[in-house]
Nanobody
């Protein structure tokens, strides 16, 4: 199983970025997909999640109204659209796949760095 994140980079406060996570080696439509992040000196936290069908999403309070998670099961890809970025959004963002019926089948990408700074 491989999860490959892309789209990270540097952006000014108020700007936008779109992260992508391409999955391979698994039946993508059987997996709940999540984005987590870890800021320097802080614990990893769940940012957003989306069910296997894409019918339901969840967000951390800190990103509600600014971030949108979506998925394309035909492309085996999950996205995180990040708008109105703040300095406190600076972190390494990780893609995570969890099988909808077997939580032991749990995979992580290597992460992509997002830096929000003026």
């Amino acid at each position: 199983v491989q999860l490959v994140e892309s789209g990270g980079g540097s952006v000014q406060p108020g700007g936008s970025l779109r992260l992508s996570c391409a999955a391979s080696g698994l039946t993508f439509s059987n997996y709940v997909m999540n984005w987590h992040r870890q800021a320097p000196g802080k614990e990893r936290e769940l940012v957003a999640g989306i069910t296997s069908s894409g019918g339901s999403t969840t967000y951390a309070d800190s990103v509600k109204g600014r971030f949108t998670i979506s998925r394309d099961n035909a492309k085996n890809t999950v996205y995180l659209q990040m708008n109105s970025l703040k300095a406190e959004d600076t972190a390494v963002y990780y893609c995570n796949a969890v099988h909808q019926y077997s939580y032991g089948m749990n995979y992580w990408g290597a992460g992509t760095l997002v830096t929000v700074s003026s």
